[in-house]
């Protein structure tokens, strides 16, 4: 069994899980320091605040008024009658607080960096896909590919969520208060998925790495993926997490299952700068 | 990629016609190429409906091969010959297209089979439906095109299926359009999103039992197996259970009958399919777009999971 040295970013409980038999892996110095600069990121004021009505507007058209109020320094914007349509919200690369009064369809909130966002219905398939940084609630159900290839931040879905929530991901947490489909963290290879209910055949199906905790019935493992042991770490971060979800359920964690990768896989666990950036 | 949708209303004729094409027209970044609808009216007392074509739309984008319209017109008569040879009576008939008509026939003869079998002798010919209450309608052009084209805004029922197609593995035609009647057995229709990677043996095996195919689209392998299940005995519900372990791909179809509605996802849910249902009414789709347009306020919708089988009464 390979053994983790100990460093900053474990004690920040960031990388807690046993890891056996994996190659190595080289984490970042949380005190180094980067500056990262995006052209579309604005300075906002969270206290200024504006309404878009989406009705009769197409995802394109509503994008450009994100970002055109986002560039006179509104930092909470509420999206009225989104009626479920598609990449809303997408690319928004600085901090600010996004109220979707109603559901939206695919990719939905893709490709962002620090955004806190509040989705009051449903999200269809691929909602965050991409997320850098940031928080997103979902208050009722999610399609599927819920979180694909997240590279950091923090992913939350009340209801239940489809097939395939977490596949490709590489950093960042998804936590579902209900059920989740089949293929749930498919090729996972960071980061960390809490299920409060049942999840569906397949779960962690050619898992790089990362965890994945659930609370409910487990269909069936897919290739890669093993169970290990709940640790005293894992049931404090889980606490923490579930506090910041907004999740009312009552939960026992250290009845929870827990599933890590099994396997040795190469030359592929070097912390992107982005994520670095998304974990600090 | 293809979108599919459908709605049934629980012990309510509607204008579903209507709601059909505003959901299918909202999906028509999915599909632009055809669109066909499998509507589920109130019938014509005990006489059939029958749907048939004599033709292809020629018009720009089809990959039909061009024909003299006149020919339309002496294939009609032969379909007239046909119909009378096999015992059946028209009552009425209307033409709707160049080469598309409506009849309402009786048929007292025991098996559909051989009733469709003499239109079907007819070159060119097929029949789109034969029901009680299932009109089956599909053309080259998107739903508003197809809807105003066949008069099916002020078409009334319980429910239907529709489609946008996305031609990825066969023509633009008439005949690989969606929704597939599942022939010979009145008021059974599909239609499907997705793959079917094993068309060829199971194709294969249906033809060695009699079945007939009338394209080279995977989604009527779906018809025709649920037709094969059914003429078996075996009731819907389970029918569509064995496709899911006897049909290999990634697929979500809807099927109907006279007075149900049903849909199924395969073990890989790699399909989207969104769906509402309420005490008055069910509706399902590709993406919740669609449902929007006939539910235009805050609605609670979930995706079905892998594996699932649901059918709805009317």
Redesign the interface.
Known sequence: MASLKKHKSQEMGLHDEVLTGRTQQVFFNPEESENFFYHDAYDVDFNKRTEIDANNLDCREINDKIKNMMSKGYGTIVIKNP????SVGVGILNKLNLIVD??L??FGIGSVDGPTVRI???V??SCAENMMAGKVVVE??A??CFGAAIRGGDLICK??V???SGIDMKGGTIIVGG?A???TGFMMQRGRIVILGDV??NLGDSLYDGTIFVGGDIKSLGADAVEAEMTDLDVAWLKRKLKVSEIDKKVDFKKMTKIVSGKKLWNYDNLEPTERKGAI | MCGIAGIIHKGKSTNVGGEMQKMLQSLKHRGPDSTGYALYGDGESNNYILRFKVGENVKEGSSAIMEDASIYEARKDEVNKKIEEAGAKIHKQAQITPYSFRYVISYKGGDLLDLAKLIESVEMTEILSLGKSLELIKDIGDATVVADNYGLNKFNGTHGIGHTRMATESGVDIRSAHPYWAYPFSDVSVVHNGQLTNYWNNRRTLEKKGMRFMSSCDSELIAVYLADKIRSGVELKDAMRGSLEDLDGVFTYLVATKDKLGMAKD????K?M?LYESKDLVALAS???A??TVL?K??????P??GEVKVWQA
């Open positions: 009626g479920s349509k598609h109603g559901s369809g695919y009051s219905g449903r269809g398939w009722k159900n399609g599927s209801g239940s489809g097939a395939r059920d489909g089949a293929f569906g055949p | 073990h890989m849910a790699a989207p969104v993406e919740e777009v449902i929007r235009p805050e609605i609670d919708t979930y995706d999971y892998e």
